[in-house]
């Protein structure tokens, strides 16, 4: 009698296990590609408030350093290697770099030393936000432990 029991709590069990897995699949990608389009967002879903917040500020605050240095935004049709791994990581801001392009910003040729300092900022930033987002998937697949 208890092994009919214990065979039926197990049955429910992976019922449960199985319709959770089935209504939440497409929540981790949602959770990336929302991470990748606002900075922290995949964290704020997760309603992981600091850590979405310090990396939001992080990456924004780079990004506009980067801009405010007068910063180059690479855009896809290069076909030189280095200009399209810079593309890469600009596009890794996701909703930054698609508005800094609506706004036609950072398009000047960079002739200061501080203005290539602006570009990597920028560069940098669009790579953390990736690694971010990623890290948010990686908690809602629950791979990593908070």
Not at 11 to 37: E, F, K
Not at 90 to 98: A, E, K, R, T
């Amino acid at each position: 009698h208890l092994t009919d029991i214990i065979g039926i709590e197990m049955t429910t069990n992976a019922q449960v296990q199985a319709r959770a897995a089935g209504q939440s699949s497409s929540m981790p990608v949602m959770i990336l590609i929302a991470g990748w389009l606002i900075p922290g967002a995949g964290h704020f879903m997760q309603r992981k408030w600091i850590r979405g917040t310090l990396l939001f500020v992080s990456i924004v605050s780079m990004f506009c350093i980067g801009l405010a240095l007068k910063g180059k935004i690479y855009s896809p049709n290069t076909g030189d290697l280095l200009d399209i791994l810079n593309f890469v990581g600009d596009l890794g801001n996701g909703l930054l770099y698609i508005i800094a392009r609506l706004f036609d910003l950072g398009h000047v040729t960079v002739e200061l030393a501080t203005a290539d300092y602006g570009t990597k900022f920028m560069v940098v930033a669009g790579l953390l936000n990736v690694v971010a987002a990623v890290d948010a998937h990686s908690l809602a697949t629950g791979r990593k432990s908070s």
